[in-house]
């Protein structure tokens, strides 16, 4: 069994930083690609930011520049620091990784979500 634990989102003034974490645990024998989505009400989840394996890093354009995606290897977490906040980040922010698992028929790869975490931007 794999779990996404995300954690870090708060209430943040316009122009404020927050810092979110989202440990992967459980059986990982390899994580490759990890990456944050967010939902806004009303609209449909989208890509912030994700990560390979080899740390090359894709940004969506509304937050290049403001936001940094990281992750440590050793603990099987992925960090999404976000400065300069604007209230249209507001969002549930949601963690994805392709994690695969060895299982007695193999190695299986799958994708996993975690549960979200809220992230609201207002003064």
């Known amino acids: 069994q794999v779990q996404l634990v995300e954690s870090g989102g708060d209430l943040a003034q316009p122009g404020g930083s927050l810092r979110l974490s989202c440990a992967a645990s459980?059986?990982?024998?390899?994580?490759?690609?990890m990456g944050w989505y967010r939902q806004a009400p009303g609209k449909e989840r989208e890509l912030v930011a994700d990560?390979?394996?080899?740390?090359?890093?894709n940004y969506a354009n509304s937050v290049k520049g403001r936001f940094t995606i990281s992750r440590d290897n050793a603990k099987n977490t992925v960090y999404l620091q976000m400065n300069s906040l604007k209230p249209e980040d507001t969002a549930i922010y949601y963690c994805?990784?392709?994690?695969?698992?060895?299982?007695?028929?193999?190695?299986?790869?799958?994708?996993?979500w975690g549960q979200g975490t809220q992230v609201t931007v207002s003064s």
């Open positions: 994805n990784a392709e994690i695969t698992s060895a299982r007695a028929v193999g190695l299986v790869t799958r994708n996993y």
């Open positions: 459980g059986s990982i024998f390899r994580i490759t690609h």
């Open positions: 990560i390979t394996s080899g740390d090359s890093t």
